[in-house]
């Protein structure tokens, strides 16, 4: 299994809602990533967790969340977004973290609109 | 910082070879990567380079050049599938940094 699976593919959400991101992989990856991409941009860092701990936070605001239950699922937890975060969110995992060859897998990714 | 620069847009028509560039600054460099992007989807790799020189993948190359701080991305027999974006990536420390990404265009 090489994939990394997001769910869902679509989230419309209000300011005030509470949302989250899911992602998994059974890649027995230990190194998983967040990333956020506007339209007709590269992708953009936000978090890394490496052996489940959160290892790079990107300045994220906090209104982002994240959170690794295990080696094998990775959230990104939402509350009080901003219309302006309304992207499309990436998933990414690799064997360890991004120091020397690791290829990272992305996942399809969520297409969030905040309304 | 980072800093890392491709070109935006580059047009071939089918059958060609098309060099894209790249060139960064970047601090605690470990490898370059390209990913290929098709519009609405993710990111998949094409290469990756840690030493200088060419590493050769059936219509894909890549160069790398660490002390000049440039690396390409040659693709030959272009087919129409190829129109992509072109994601030249260093690593360094735990991440990756993307460049702006390079829109390809192949036409008929």
């Known amino acids: 299994d090489t994939e990394v699976t997001q769910t869902p593919k679509h989230l419309v959400m209000g300011m005030t809602n509470k949302k989250s991101l899911k992602c998994e992989q059974h890649?027995?990856?230990?190194?998983m990533y967040w990333y956020k991409q506007k339209a007709k941009k590269p992708p953009e860092l936000m978090f890394v967790?490496?052996?489940?701990?959160?290892?790079i936070n990107e300045s994220v605001p906090s209104r982002f969340s994240p959170e690794c239950p295990n080696s094998s699922l990775l959230n990104l937890h939402l509350h009080a977004l901003q219309p302006e975060d309304s992207a499309l969110y990436l998933c990414?995992?690799?064997?360890?973290?991004?120091?020397?060859?690791?290829?990272?897998?992305f996942g399809p990714g969520t297409r969030l609109t905040v309304l | 910082g980072q800093n890392i620069d491709q070109p935006t847009e580059m047009t071939a028509t089918e059958g060609a070879i098309v060099q894209i560039n790249c060139t960064y600054q970047?601090?605690?460099?470990?490898?370059l990567f390209w990913y290929q992007q098709h519009a609405g989807e993710a990111p998949t790799f094409l290469s990756y380079?840690?030493?200088?020189g060419l590493e050769e993948k059936g219509r894909f190359s890549s160069f790398l050049s660490r002390s000049k701080g440039y690396s390409y991305l040659l693709l030959k027999e272009l087919q129409m599938k190829d129109s992509a974006s072109y994601l030249c990536?260093?690593?360094?420390?735990?991440?990756?940094?993307f460049g702006t990404g390079t829109r390809l265009l192949v036409s008929p």
């Open positions: 990536a260093p690593g360094s420390f735990q991440k990756l940094v």
């Open positions: 380079n840690v030493l200088d």
């Open positions: 990414a995992s690799s064997q360890e973290p991004a120091g020397g060859y690791n290829e990272q897998f």
């Open positions: 970047t601090s605690g460099f470990n490898g």
């Open positions: 967790y490496s052996y489940e701990k959160l290892s």
């Open positions: 890649m027995g990856h230990r190194a």
